[in-house]
């Protein structure tokens, strides 16, 4: 079975009990399934799977021809077979019955809360999704950031992910990634802490139901993922997380986020999957290098060196994928002498380097931890920089007498070099 480029057309929302019974029938990444919801629509799918066969194998090959799938009969056939060993199980009201004790929706391509980002798989496009948590999942993935790594993370990459997270969340960008150990629950805990108020949060993609929070390890942190955003899944409730489940998994996030970020991987990580789909996405991907001799980093270093994606220091260097680079948003990019004699334009490196040259080691700790928008108070920024309060205070106090920090009525805030 090949595909061919098909425009993807959203219609109106169907019954959400056929929508249900559809994401229970097949396998996360069906094309054939999907085709046939855009040719028939859900709710005529679902009646087809009660009827002849004949008629369902039909309607299978119009769907295909009209989708640019070429499918052969014994594809099609092979499909209905394991679709129909589903059928006796399906019951989409009780499956949304279940959701809805757990503060639980389903949501579909047509919705106002379907990320737009979706329509760009074609008929890799999920028929629907089950979202878990009370965050409108098109405004939290709206220039939001991925951030995926290894499960089996060092200290180096767990830091980094946590602290990325936070400041990503605390500029304004959400934090998708996938809820697993390692990075990826790094990214989500920073993402969390940085939370103040309605806005950017953290969204959770799981490779099995929501209903069951997937590794049970991390489940308090995936509660808290879904109260401040989303937990989210197209596997039907009571599935399990499988390693096909995963793969797909890796296609949603790459493409609700705006941009993605490998912070840490080896040289097979499944994070590099979903870097991959991001880059066939045209989203912009970026890499956290790490040590040379670290097998931990060898798969974003892979990354860079294959032109996949561009490296990446900073949070700061982060929001570069998705925030335009000018003068007025990037004002600590000064100008600076070129060979000509001429002024240029630093690097955003070069800029950082300019502004924190005077300053002391707990200044530059604290400036560095400082958000740029949502205030933090002097004892978040002594937890975060390792300080105590005490010398923190001292820092914030030398950074703004400097004019690299501000105290408003949320806490202190991140100023550019006057």
């Known amino acids: 079975m090949s595909i061919e480029p098909a425009p993807v057309e959203h219609t109106d929302t169907a019954d959400p009990v056929a929508v249900a019974d559809i994401l229970r029938i097949s396998e996360p990444g069906d094309r054939l399934l999907r085709a046939a919801v855009l040719h028939t629509g859900a709710e005529?799918?679902?009646?087809?799977?009660?009827?002849?066969?004949?008629?369902?194998?039909?309607?299978?090959?119009?769907?295909?021809?009209?989708?640019?799938?070429?499918?052969?009969?014994?594809?099609?056939?092979?499909?209905?077979?394991?679709?129909?060993?589903?059928?006796?199980?399906?019951?989409?009201?009780?499956?949304?019955?279940?959701?809805?004790?757990?503060?639980?929706?389903?949501?579909?391509?047509?919705?106002?809360?379907?990320?737009?980002?979706?329509?760009?798989?074609?008929?890799?496009?999920?028929?629907?999704?089950?979202?878990?948590?009370?965050?409108?999942?098109?405004?939290?993935?709206?220039?939001?950031?991925?951030?995926?790594?290894?499960?089996?993370?060092?200290s180096y990459g767990l830091h980094l992910a946590r602290s990325i997270g936070y400041d990503l969340v605390a500029a304004g960008h959400s934090v998708i990634s996938g809820g697993a150990y390692g990075i990826d629950a790094a990214a989500h805990d920073g993402a969390l802490r940085a939370i103040d108020g309605p806005g950017a949060a953290t969204v959770a993609f799981m490779a099995g139901g929501v209903d069951r929070y997937y590794p049970r390890g991390n489940a308090e942190l995936l509660g808290a993922v879904a109260r401040a955003g989303a937990v989210v899944s197209e596997a039907a409730p009571g599935s399990t997380a499988m390693r096909h489940r995963f793969l797909m998994r890796n296609r949603l996030i790459a493409a609700t986020a705006a941009a993605t970020v490998v912070v840490q991987a080896g040289w097979r990580s499944g994070a590099l999957n979903t870097a991959n789909r991001a880059a066939e996405l045209l989203r912009p991907v970026g890499a956290v290098p790490g040590p040379v001799t670290a097998h931990d980093s060898a798969g974003c270093h892979r990354l860079i060196r294959e032109g996949a994606a561009v490296l990446v220091t900073s949070s700061e260097e982060v929001r570069e994928l998705v925030e335009p680079l000018s003068s007025a948003a990037n004002p600590a990019v000064a100008a600076a002498p070129d060979d000509r004699g001429g002024r240029g334009a630093a690097s955003p490196e070069q800029g950082r380097l300019q502004i924190t040259d005077a300053l002391s080691e707990e200044q530059a700790r604290v400036y560095s931890a400082l958000p740029q928008r949502r205030g933090a108070e002097a004892a978040a920024l002594a937890a975060r920089t390792g300080l105590d309060t005490a010398t923190a205070m001292a820092a914030l106090a030398a950074l703004e007498l400097t004019g690299l920090a501000e105290r408003r009525d949320h806490g202190w805030v991140k100023l550019r070099h006057p």
């Open 44 to 154: 005529a799918l679902r009646g087809l799977l009660d009827g002849p066969r004949t008629e369902l194998h039909r309607t299978l090959r119009e769907a295909a021809v009209k989708a640019g799938l070429t499918a052969r009969d014994d594809d099609v056939g092979k499909a209905i077979d394991r679709w129909m060993l589903r059928v006796p199980d399906l019951d989409g009201a009780r499956d949304l019955r279940i959701m809805r004790r757990l503060d639980a929706r389903l949501v579909q391509a047509g919705d106002p809360e379907w990320p737009a980002g979706l329509r760009e798989l074609g008929l890799d496009e999920p028929v629907g999704l089950w979202v878990r948590g009370s965050g409108d999942l098109a405004a939290l993935c709206g220039a939001s950031i991925a951030l995926v790594g290894s499960r089996a993370a060092d």
